[in-house]
Nanobody
Framework: VQLQAYGGGLVQPGGSLRLSCAASGYSFSRGVMGWFRQAPGKDREFVAARRWSFGSTNYADSVKGRFTISRDNDKNAVHLQMNNLRPEDSAAYYC????????????????????WGQGTLVTVSS
């Protein structure tokens, strides 16, 4: 399984970016796909996760209403649309997957995801 996250960049506060995560050797139609982020000097934190079998998506409170997960079946990719970006959203963003169906309380746990992409850097600054 290989995951590749891309789409990061520099954006002004209030702007938008769309991150993508492409997979090889893995289908996003199973298990859980998560987005995490890590700012310098901080722990990696949960951003959002999609449980494909349940058809449900969960978001961190800090991004709820601004970020949206979607899937591109043709490209076997998952996107994270980020709107109304804030300086505190600046971080390296990582996509991760597990083929297991996680319970809600496990979605935010970094250790529950077996496969990770490299980070893509998002900087929100004027």
């Amino acid at each position: 399984v290989q995951l590749q996250a891309y789409g990061g960049g520099l954006v002004q506060p209030g702007g938008s970016l769309r991150l993508s995560c492409a997979a090889s050797g893995y289908s996003f139609s199973r298990g859980v796909m998560g987005w995490f982020r890590q700012a310098p000097g901080k722990d990696r934190e949960f951003v959002a996760a999609r449980r494909w079998s349940f058809g449900s998506t969960n978001y961190a409170d800090s991004v709820k209403g601004r970020f949206t997960i979607s899937r591109d079946n043709d490209k076997n990719a998952v996107h994270l649309q980020m709107n109304n970006l804030r300086p505190e959203d600046s971080a390296a963003y990582y996509c991760a997957v597990t083929p297991r169906n996680l319970i809600l309380s496990s979605l935010r746990a970094v250790q529950e995801y077996e496969y990770w992409g490299q980070g893509t850097l998002v900087t929100v600054s004027s």
